[in-house]
């Protein structure tokens, strides 16, 4: 059988705890139905709805009692994580059991990400994190040291770097957990950015890392052998909402990069993904997949969903 990589949509958990504690008990019988088959699953998710609640909280919090403390975006992103994690280990071992995978184990990894800290990204923060404030003045009081922008004439706003990620923190004790026969969930949210000085201490900062890129990178990290990216539509679309709309069953490196020349796919929504799928079949997998979470078995069975692969 197979060692698969899936990368799950923030999304898809929900805005609030209570919604995540539901909607992740859909991905969670679809992960235990995997490894009752015989697979090997590694999961990541996104964050973004989360984190954005955590940060958001302690900014209105700090608003209202000048004695609440402003939490730095990487601890929030560690918060994000540790909720996230416990809802999702609950739920997968919830349906080991239901399936009577009683000796399977399910981890969850809080993950620091290695990124460079001369990635250019970090001279050119885009990522827009936090609430609106109405003035410049009001957002750097509850954003220390970041870089404030106005937000298309919705009031100013914190915005962050994007790096790509390079390694993990504890990579090597990822891999162990995953060839002991751990299901382990790592990679959640793209992991909390962190640089590592010449000295060798380690150090999270400010940043959003795409968690399909950083899930590509675990996939090759971790000898996967099909990477997939789970998100709302059946297939890669090109010439989307025009009469010659096509669904892509499968493409090639060379074919997905004409189709981004010609600017086929969003920035910020498919392009990431893309682009993800292209990196991780660079790298020595065999194929990345794109498509939807209810159809999970059938993308593995190659049914449904966009098959990536180098040539």
């Known amino acids: 059988m197979s060692r698969i990589v899936i990368a799950l949509g923030g999304n898809a958990l929900g805005n609030t705890p209570a919604e995540q504690k539901e909607l992740v008990k859909i991905p ?7 490894v009752k088959a015989g697979h090997e699953v590694i999961v990541g998710h996104g964050n973004g709805p989360q984190v954005g609640m955590i940060f958001n909280g302690f900014v209105s919090a700090a608003s209202v009692n000048p004695k609440s403390p402003l939490v730095p975006l990487p601890e929030a992103g560690a918060m994000s994580q540790g909720y996230i994690g416990y809802h999702m280990v609950n739920a997968i071992t919830n349906e080991f059991t239901k399936e009577g995978l009683y000796n399977k184990e399910v981890l969850y990894i809080l993950t620091q990400t290695l990124v460079d800290a001369q990635d250019p990204a970090f001279q050119n923060p885009t990522k827009p994190i936090g ?8 957002a750097e009081a509850a954003n220390p040291n970041s870089v404030i922008v106005e937000d298309a004439g919705r009031g100013f706003r914190k915005v962050v770097a994007s790096p790509k990620p390079l390694n993990f923190v ?22 909390i950015p962190t640089i590592q000085h010449t000295c060798g201490s380690i150090e ?11 899930l590509a990178k675990m996939a090759s990290l971790t000898n996967a052998d099909y990477f997939i990216v789970l998100t709302a539509v059946d297939f890669v679309k090109v010439n989307y909402g025009k009469p010659n709309q096509k669904d892509l069953k499968s493409a090639t490196k060379a074919e997905l990069e004409k189709y981004i020349e ?9 392009l990431p993904k893309v682009q993800a799928a292209i990196k991780f079949v660079e790298e020595g997998g065999k194929a990345a997949f794109i498509g939807d979470l209810k159809d999970l078995e059938d993308i593995i069975a190659e ?4 098959k990536v692969t180098l040539n």
Do not use: R
């Not at 060839?179 to 793209?190: E, R, S």
């Not at 010609?262 to 498919?270: D, I, W, Y």
């Not at 049914?303 to 966009?306: F, M």
């Open 303 to 306: 049914k449904v969903g966009t």
């Open 170 to 191: 504890g990579i090597n004790q990822i891999k162990k957990a995953i060839d002991a026969g751990a299901t382990v969930i790592v990679g959640g949210g793209g992991g």
């Open 131 to 138: 609430p609106f404030f109405a003035t410049k003045e009001e």
């Open 204 to 214: 999270g900062v400010d940043g959003v890392i795409d968690k399909d890129f950083a």
């Open 262 to 270: 010609e600017k086929q796919f969003a920035p910020g929504s498919m």
């Open 28 to 34: 969670a019988k679809k992960i235990a139905e995997l």
